[in-house]
Antibody
Framework: QVTLRESGPALVKPTQTLTLTCSFSGFSLSTEGMCVSWIRQPPGKALEWLALIDWDDDKYYSTSLKTRLTISKDTSKNQVVLTMTNMDPVDTATYFC?????????????WGQGTLVTVSS | SYDLTQPPSVSVAPGQTARITCAGNNIGTKNVHWYQQKPGLAPVMVVYDDSDRPSGIPERFSGSNSGNTATLTITSVEAGDEADYYCQLWDTTSDLPFFGGGTKLTVL
């Protein structure tokens, strides 16, 4: 059974760095084809893909946010960490992590419940 | 970048058929996936690879993809289908995934 769960601060101040952790079970990020992504959704708005890390430690970033994002994994802990620097109120959103299997076609088959991050002083 | 355009909203009466489109340049050459998101919940995949259904998804949900438009079709719409729907694909040119802007399905 595949599960993912996001954790991190609910509130961050402008200019601070956000660190989010995705803890997962039911699969291993050392298995070929496995990937974990971060996706966010501002209140009332659409999904926005942020970053992805794959089994081979290759990393992919949103073109518009790549200068602020870093994704990493700890395979032994079954965790993926996302850091986003220089947070701004417009970054207020629910942040989801999701699994993608890069074999054939690339789709997000399992999602975490999401964690709401508010950026405010 | 790869732009995916969805209508902001679609309304349909119960029992009727809803069609939600996702437009993109030569999208017919790509594999499109669809997600349903109800308020306060994470998205759930309802169609993958243009027209396949994950286990547990009713046969009322189907998909097609040709030319510049992919379509999610929901037949015999029920009140419980009211949700936001997003299309998604992986763009091999940029080697990145993209989501459409989402469509709110309202069941009248």
């Amino acid at each position: 059974q595949v599960t993912l769960r996001e954790s991190g601060p609910a509130l961050v101040k402008p200019t601070q760095t956000l660190t989010l952790t995705c803890s997962f079970s039911g699969f291993s990020l050392s298995t070929e084809g496995m990937c974990v992504s971060w996706i966010r959704q501002p209140p009332g708005k659409a999904l926005e893909w942020l970053a992805l890390i794959d089994w081979d430690d290759d990393k992919y970033y949103s073109t518009s946010l790549k200068t602020r994002l870093t994704i990493s994994k700890d395979t032994s802990k079954n965790q993926v960490v996302l850091t986003m620097t220089n947070m701004d109120p417009v970054d207020t959103a629910t942040y989801f992590c999701a699994r993608m299997v890069r074999l054939g076609t690339y789709r997000f088959d399992y999602w975490g419940q999401g964690t709401l991050v508010t950026v405010s002083s | 970048s790869y732009d995916l355009t969805q209508p902001p909203s679609v309304s349909v009466a119960p029992g009727q058929t809803a069609r939600i489109t996702c437009a993109g340049n030569n999208i017919g050459t790509k594999n499109v996936h669809w997600y349903q998101q109800k308020p306060g919940l994470a998205p759930v995949m309802v169609v993958y690879d243009d027209s396949d259904r994950p286990s547990g998804i009713p046969e009322r949900f189907s998909g097609s993809n040709s030319g510049n438009t992919a379509t999610l079709t929901i037949t015999s719409v029920e009140a419980g289908d009211e949700a936001d729907y997003y299309c998604q694909l992986w763009d091999t040119t940029s080697d990145l995934p993209f989501f459409g802007g989402g469509t709110k399905l309202t069941v009248l």
